[in-house]
DNA sequence: CACCAAAATGGTTACGTATTCATTTCTTTA
DNA sequence: TAAAGAAATGAATACGTAACCATTTTGGTG
C-alpha cells in the first residue's frame, strides 16, 4: 500500500505538500503540483479514503434502508435514491428491510458511521426513531411517518385511499373490498383512513365492507386473496392499499382464470413505474408532482446534511391515474 | 464523540482492555468485562468503524456496480447480492451504471477502499479490468466477461440465443427477427452467435434475417421497434437478447394496437421474476439451476476473498421456460 | 540592497482503533 | 512458601490522512 508519505519521500516534499496539491492546489507552486503529480503517477499512489473519513469525520457514506425490490415502489425509490447520491459525490449503503431481518439490519446500522440515513422502514410507534436521534445522524423517513412526526417525507395517505374508494364507488361498483398491510405503519392506516371515509360519503356503512390486513409477502397475499374468494357477496372491486399488492392480485387473478377488469376491478396506490406498463395498466392513486418520492426525500436530507432545513414535514398530494383495471360496473 | 479511550477512563481500565472486552472477551476477567460494559453502556459507547477499518485494514464494504434497475434482470441480482452481503456482515456500496455515468462510478470506484468488487458492467474489452488488477482487489463480474476470460460467473449465452431461435423457429415460425444491445458486451454477443447457429440449423441464410442492435434504454428499444414495424415481411416471432428488452417489446406491442402472441411472437433470455408475472408470461430462456446469477457470483466473491478460490470463470446450462408469448405459427 | 509582506513549504499532531510487546497479577505445584 | 507458569492488564505504536502552526522562500518596494 502506498500511502502519500511514499509520494512525498519519492517527489522530495513533505507529506503536507502531496496533501495539499491534492485538496488545495491553488496553495501550491505549478511547479512543485507536478513533481507531485509525477511521483503520484509513477507510484500509482490512490489517496486512502478511510484514513481520511477519519481525521475529516465524514464518510461520505449515507445508509439506504429499504424495503425489498420485489416491491415495485421500493424499485423506483431505490433508483431515485442512489442516482442522487452517487450523484452528489456520496456512496450507498444499502439494505432491504423485511420482517425477519429489520433488526440485524438496525444493529448493523446503528454501528456503522454513515454521514446520514435514508429509511423507508420505520413503524408509527418505533423506538428506532429515538435511537437515530440520541446518535445525532440526520436521518429522513420516505413513505412512511413516526408518531413524532417529524423527518417525513410521504403521499397524502388518507386523500390516496379516499380518491381510491371513490373512484371504484363512482364507477357504481356497490360491494367492494380493501386489502392492505398492518396499521403500525402511517401508510397502510392513513390509507385506510380515507377509504373509510369515501366509503361512508357514499353512504355505505364501513363495517360491511370486508378488510383483509396481511402482510405483504405473496404468501399472506395470496392467503387473503384466498379468503376473498371464499365471500359470499363476492366483490366487483378490489382496492389495494399499495400497487405492490394491486400488481399481486392482478397475478393471482389471473392464474385463477378470472379477468381484469371483467371480473374484478383492481386498484393500487404509489403508481408504481411498473403500473404504467401496458401488460399491467395498473389504475392507480399517485403523486401530483412528477417526481419520485425517493427523490423528494433524498434531497431533503442533503437540506438537513448542509444545514439549510433542520425539520423535514412533508406530504405530497395525489391525484387519480386511471388505466385499464378499473371500468364501470356493467350489473348497474 | 465518546471513544475507547473515554470508556476506559471511566472504567478505571486502559484502552486496550476496553478493546479485547469488545474483540476478545475471553482473554478478560468477567468482572473487568463487567465494569466495561457498564461504563460503554452508560457514555453510549459506539466503537467507530472507521478507525477500525484504518488499523485493520479491512472496510467491510462490496462494492456492487449493477446495471439500472428498470432493467428487472438487475432486479433480481441487486437483491440477491445485497441480501447475501450483509447477511455475511459486510455493507453494500451500490452504484446502477448506465451509458451515461459508467466513467464517473469508475473514479468513485477505483478510488474507494472496498474489500471487493462485485460487476456485471464489463466490456469485453475494457480497460477497466486491468485498472482493478492492479488494483489488487478482488473481482468479478456477473452477466457479462471479459476477453481475459478470468473473475465472471454467466450464464451459457450461446445456448441461450440458440434455444430461443430454435423454440420459435420449430413453432413454425419463418419470418423472425433478433433485437440486441451491442456486441462490445459477452452476452449480446454470444446469445447472437447462438442464435444465428440456430437459425442456419433450420436451412435459412443469417444474412436474410433482421437484425436490431440498438442501446437498452427505452427510447432506442422503441426506435428498433419502429425500424421492425417498417420490414416488408413483417416477422411472426421477435427474439429479444433479454427478457427487459422483451417485456420492452410487449409492452410497445401493447401499446400499438398489437396483440401478443397473435400479431408478434416474443421470447427473451435471462427468465427475470418479472417474466413469471401472469400479466406478462414471457417465453424466456434461464439458467436450469434455481439460483440467482447474482447470488452465485457474490457466493464465489466471498470464496474469492477468504482465498478458497483464485479465479472464477463459471458458465451456468439454461433451459427454455415456455410461456404465454410464443405459440405455433397459425399461419402453417 | 535591505526590508517587509505574501507565498510556499514543512514539522508535528490528532483522529480512534487494534496490535505488539512488556509488565503485573494470579494460580498451581513441588 | 517459593518458584514457575499462566492469566490479565497496560504502555506504546501504527494505520494514512488533514489541519494547525511554524518556518522558509519569494517577490516587490523604498
Redesign the pocket.
Known sequence: ????????KHA?????????V???P????????EKVMKAIEELN????????S????KTGIITLISGPLHNPFFVDTTTAIVNYVNSRGYKVNVYFGTEDNLDSIYNAVLETKADAIILSSMLFQDDLFFKLEKRGIPFIMFNRKHQENRHFVEIDNVNAGYIAANHVLSLGHQSICWIGGPHQMSTFDGRYQGFKKAVKNHGIDAKSIPTFITNTNKKDIERAFDELLKLDIRPTAICAATDAIAIEILNLCLERGFQVPKDFNVIGIDNVELSKHHSIALTTVGLTSEENLGFIAIKKLFEVMEKKSTCIQQTESVKLFPRNTTCKNELI
Open positions: 500500500m502506498v500511502s502519500s508519505k511514499d509520494v512525498a522530495g516534499v513533505s507529506q503536507t505538500t502531496v496533501s495539499r491534492l485538496n488545495t491553488e496553495f501550491v507552486k505549478p511547479k512543485t503540483i499512489y490512490i489517496p486512502n479514503d478511510i484514513a481520511r477519519l481525521v475529516q469525520k
